[in-house]
């Protein structure tokens, strides 16, 4: 959409628009809603990393006082169409959303739903799931992916095989699926290059760690219609997999969405809401469902671990000639690895003649992954940018003019053989190449400065919204679009420019399944992007409606004027031909209410936008401290491609959000496992930084219009985690010379790679002595 | 959580037959209330009832005279501890231990006697006290009695305690001339975290500047607190160098049996010990005047 006046609310610093009500607490999130005779639930969950359930007996716990029902997976409808899949950014075949909802015939991972209750009071629930008796038969754990690829291996699922290009296998196995995708010659790329390098990485599972744990309520009434009130990243798609779940057709089942008090890719499935369903369907009142934190740690869906090797290839100039990679993924329980983000992300930012991946998707005895922010992504960059930077180190060149050379660029290929559009790599170098960080030389010892490159394909899916205009003339914008970085306020400020109209017009309700037109989940850096599209089409065809509307009122008996005869700007609509003959905006909405014309909906929805990929680097400072290993940040600098910044402090806090997370990864955070039974299941073992372990982030913000969508605006939600822990390992190698191949790089394990880089020093230093 | 009573007494004397009237049912003292509430929530402790100790004015009391030393009220917070200007300025390792618990939130609830109740190994303001020769003041409806701080520990959560008898307080003697101590403690976060290693270090000088006297205790490297006793028979009757702190280090690390779990393994936990001993050791030096790194 093409505006006569320069914006006035686009690029702005706008509050958001739910500020106040977040820091005064009246925000209402998933566990805040009451309802009369609320009944409450629990889970009872599986001990065991890997067992048939044998038997359960209820029978104790539903014969305790309070206790009104008690559901098992013998609760839902039966199976139809197993192929059916869901999930947005993980996709889940039915089948398995049934199995990981609650288990069948076998517990997969230690934290597996077995039964839940519910009861008059939680503490009446908590009581009763002791009384259920489960028989259970262990069967041996299949702790990570290596040991899952083996031959030998125990089987999780005995209908799982591996789905490849080739001829289905005569067996099932643990790996789901191998991706295999490149181009060009790997031999010769090797062969034309001066130095190669070759190097294997592992990253563990981590956790999203939002503060708000999963909650919701369920109430089935007299009617038989489904209220679920949850914290959710998308309603529809929550709609979609509980209509498939429970056979109830979308008409009989709204989903009300809460405020979401973090979610970052884990909060797409339904998890805690089937089963408080079904509980309030047997029980006749509404279930409410609240986890506390060591389910969400144990039950929840975390991110996946990986093993990825990398090779890389250039010549003496720095001019890459090929690149490779091997990526191993840590699904959990059930297929749905993130091995397509690793994979269209892992070179993403370079171009080279040859390049291949193969990628592989495997099931073992952990909670079933889910997205977090960039899936795969992070993961993948630690290895390849850790690569690279050690090709720069071998050809003796500048790690930020090596990436330089190698940029991909508008025209160039990504891995999965896409063509790009206009991208913002080399314009993201070419700032860090300007900016005071970079330029301000690092001193002092055991302190080291590492640069790493992030990518993110940018999600598109279906968006819509509308676009409603009051009587009064003021505006408001109903969609579906669940609200979990601050885009009610960018969907406010853009309308308020499409529209002309001052921004305190204009108001914003993200509403239930039954009162919104569908739109997919707001996840994939997405729902700003494809908004910006949907509600352009939302205004122009306001504008459109209510052009016609002045075209009727300003009409004379001997003229009739069409909307065409129509001019808008600023509030204002006139005559064409005739610029005295005004109508203000108020006074054409006025008219809607009498005349049966109104009322006046614009309607906005945009699929298959072009995707709009976006691009982060991170430069970070750091100084060790050898004799602990701890690792201090001292500075650190976050780039990124924003396209079109709609609104800059929700941009910032997009890139500091995502840096932080991207340090917990390289740093801190990490499930401990000890045979399939997860050892830190708290916030005080399971250590995310606090705000002391932080520095301050700084921003560099850099537009490069996307290639499609009205305004240029580009995801920013996902980039900012990607290149964070392969900044920090560039950064500690520089600093004490160790290479750090295994996340996160905590305290013991940079102490121990200083002592063993220390004894190869001596070792060395002794033979040189000998000799 | 289980539903449990709650008391409040606001003399000693009601304690004591809070305590005597007991009658087979758990009582648990809470002061502060930040362990155990949170052992009582993930049961991984039971109550029957939960008696405040916070009222009774003999727990609350934060004493020091030249003579006496330092009285520290098993109720009183961490924060009165380390804004004392008398525990900053006679007890350095007492403040720094109690600076270290939990946040600042934490630290206005959480009181020195609860920390040394839950016999945590990794308990921060435990071997402070303890390079310190603290004294444990118990009581109860049979009488009150005083236990070495060193023994009142008998092994993870375990102490000498009756089970009808509370800690009163801590009675720290006066500290030891031209002296000065520090405690740090390793953690991966720089803070909200538990111990992977914690070290004390007292030094007193004698005038030609030889160790009169040190002591060292250690967290979180064995199954209570402990002294390093080889340690400080290192440093005493020598003049400090760089090299004496290094040997130091090395022999504290004979008082460890530490374990290998979720913080640190066991090699780490020695290495750090040694690193932290010569650290705590140096900065107590530098309060002296005596500069070696």
Redo the contacts between chains.
């Keep these: 959409m093409t505006t006569t006046t320069p914006f006035r609310y686009i690029g702005k610093p706008i509050p958001k628009a739910d500020a106040l009500e977040r820091v005064t607490g009246t925000a209402r999130f998933g566990a805040d809603l009451k309802l009369p005779g609320m009944l409450h639930g629990k889970v009872l969950r599986s001990p065991h990393p890997h067992a048939y359930i044998r038997r359960i007996d209820a029978s104790r716990a539903l014969a305790l006082e309070g206790v009104k029902a008690v559901v098992t997976a013998q609760d839902l409808p039966p199976l139809e169409d197993a192929r059916a899949a869901f999930g947005g950014e993980l996709m889940i075949d039915l089948d398995h959303l049934r199995r990981l909802t609650i288990a069948h015939e076998k517990a997969l991972f230690e934290g597996h739903a077995v039964a839940a209750v519910a009861a008059t009071s939680p503490?009446i629930a908590e009581a009763a799931l002791e009384l259920i008796q489960v028989d259970y038969e262990v069967l041996p754990v299949v702790e990570n992916a290596l040991d899952a690829m083996k031959p030998d291996a125990p089987l999780l699922h005995p209908n799982l095989y591996t789905r490849t290009l080739g001829e289905k296998p005569s067996k099932p196995s643990n790996i789901a699926t191998i991706v295999e995708v490149g181009f060009g010659d790997l031999e010769k790329a090797w062969a034309a290059a001066d130095v190669v390098v070759e190097q294997s990485f592992e990253t563990q599972m981590v956790h999203q760690g939002y503060l708000e744990p999963q909650a919701c309520v369920a109430w089935v009434d007299a009617d038989g219609r489904i209220h679920v009130w949850t914290t959710t990243q998308g309603t529809f798609n929550a709609q979609r997999m509980l209509s498939a779940l429970l056979k109830v057709p979308l008409h009989m089942l709204n989903v009300i969405p809460a405020e979401v008090g973090g979610a970052f890719g884990g909060k797409i499935y339904v998890i805690l809401e089937p089963l408080a369903i079904l509980l309030s369907r047997k029980a006749g009142r509404p279930v409410k469902m609240v986890m506390d934190r060591a389910e969400v740690f144990r039950a929840t869906g975390p991110a996946s671990p990986a093993y990825i090797t990398v090779k890389a290839g250039a010549k003496r100039d720095g001019t890459l000639t090929g690149l490779y990679a091997k990526i191993v993924m840590d699904a959990g329980a059930f297929p749905g690895a993130p091995v397509q983000g690793a994979t269209w992300c892992i070179f993403a930012p370079y171009k080279a003649p040859a390049m291949k991946v193969e990628a592989y998707d495997v099931v073992t005895n952990k909670p079933r992954v889910q997205a977090y922010r960039a899936p795969g992504a992070t993961a993948a960059a630690f290895a390849s940018e850790s690569t690279l930077d050690m090709l720069a180190e071998r050809l003796g060149l500048d790690p930020l003019e090596f990436r330089l050379r190698n940029a991909a660029q508008e025209g160039d290929q990504n891995v999965t053989g896409q063509t790009y559009g206009r991208i913002g790599v080399k314009a993201i170098l070419e700032a860090i190449r300007k900016h005071p960080h970079w330029n301000t030389p690092l001193q002092g010892k055991n302190r080291g400065r590492g640069l790493a490159m992030g990518a993110w394909m940018g999600a598109i899916l279906t968006s819509s919204s509308q676009v409603v205009v009051n009587v009064d003339g003021t505006v408001q914008i109903v969609t579906g679009q669940v609200d979990i970085t601050g885009t009610r306020t960018s969907m406010l400020q853009m309308v308020a420019d499409m529209l002309q109209l001052p921004l305190d017009h204009i108001s914003i309700r993200v509403g239930d399944t039954n009162c919104t037109p569908y739109t997919d989940l707001s996840a994939g850096s997405r729902t700003t992007f494809t908004q910006s599209a949907a509600l352009a089409r939302a205004c122009q065809s306001v504008i459109a409606q209510m052009k016609a509307q002045a075209a009727d009122a300003l009409s004379k008996p001997d003229r009739r004027l069409t909307p065409e005869d129509i001019e808008y700007a600023d509030g204002k609509f006139w005559v064409k031909s005739d610029p005295e003959q005004v109508l203000p905006w108020r006074q054409v909405a006025g008219l809607t209410r009498t005349r049966g014309t109104g009322p006046i909906v614009g309607t906005g929805t945009v699929t298959r936008l072009q995707p709009a990929n976006e691009f982060s680097a991170q430069l970070c400072d750091v100084e060790v401290d050898p004799?602990?290993g701890?690792v201090k940040i001292l500075r650190f600098t976050a780039f990124q491609d924003a396209g079109r910044v709609i609104n800059p402090i929700q941009v910032e806090g997009q890139m500091q959000g995502g840096a932080v997370q991207g340090i917990g990864w390289g740093?801190?955070e990490y499930y401990?496992w000890d045979k399939g039974k997860l050892?830190?299941p708290t916030l005080?073992?399971y250590?995310e930084?606090?705000a002391?372990?932080l520095p301050m982030i700084d921003t560099c913000i850099v537009e490069v219009p996307a290639p499609d969508g009205p305004l240029g605006v580009r995801g920013v939600g996902e980039p900012p985690i990607v290149p964070g822990p392969a900044a920090l390992a560039n950064a500690i190698y520089r600093a004490v010379g160790v290479r750090l191949t295994k996340l996160p790089m905590?305290?013991?394990t940079v102490?121990?790679a200083i002592q063993e880089k220390k004894q190869a020093e001596h070792l060395q230093a002794v033979a040189g002595d000998g000799a | 959580m289980r539903p449990f009573e709650y008391v409040a007494p606001k003399r000693l004397r009601e304690a004591y037959a809070i305590l005597a009237q007991a009658d087979g049912r758990t009582v648990r003292p809470l002061a502060g209330g930040t362990d155990l509430i949170d052992q009582l929530r993930v049961g991984r402790k039971r109550a029957d009832l939960v008696m405040d100790v916070k009222h009774i004015p003999e727990l609350m009391r934060l004493e020091w005279g030249p003579r006496k030393g330092l009285y520290i009220g098993a109720g009183v917070p961490c924060y009165r501890v380390y804004k004392d200007p008398v525990v900053a300025q006679h007890y350095p390792a007492i403040r720094d231990g109690a600076m270290l618990v939990g946040s600042w939130q934490i630290q206005h609830r959480a009181s020195l006697g609860g920390n040394i109740c839950n016999a945590a190994p990794s308990a921060d303001t435990v071997p402070p006290l303890l390079v310190y020769e603290a004294i444990a003041h118990i009581g109860g409806p049979r009488g009150e009695r005083e236990v070495p701080l060193e023994r009142f520990f008998t092994g993870p959560g375990q102490t000498v305690l009756a089970p009808d008898e509370i800690l009163l307080g801590v009675r720290v003697p006066p500290p030891p001339p031209r002296s000065s101590s520090h405690y740090l403690r390793f953690i991966p976060r720089e803070e909200m975290d538990i111990a992977v290693a914690g070290v004390a270090s007292l030094v007193a000088l004698d005038s030609r500047g030889v160790v009169a006297r040190a002591r060292i205790a250690l967290s979180a490297v064995a199954p209570t607190p402990v002294r390093a006793r080889d340690a400080e028979a290192v440093l005493e009757g020598q003049r400090p160098t760089p090299a004496l702190l290094v040997e130091a280090g090395e022999k504290a690390v004979l008082a460890t049996n530490p374990i290998t779990d979720v913080r640190g393994s066991i090699a780490y936990r020695k290495e750090l010990v040694k690193v932290l001993t010569r650290r705590t050791l140096s900065k107590a030096l530098a309060d002296l005047g005596i500069t070696l790194e």
Excluded: G, M, Q, S
């Design positions: 503490e004799e602990t701890k740093l801190f401990a050892r830190n005080l073992d250590r930084p606090t002391l372990d905590t305290p013991e102490f121990w």
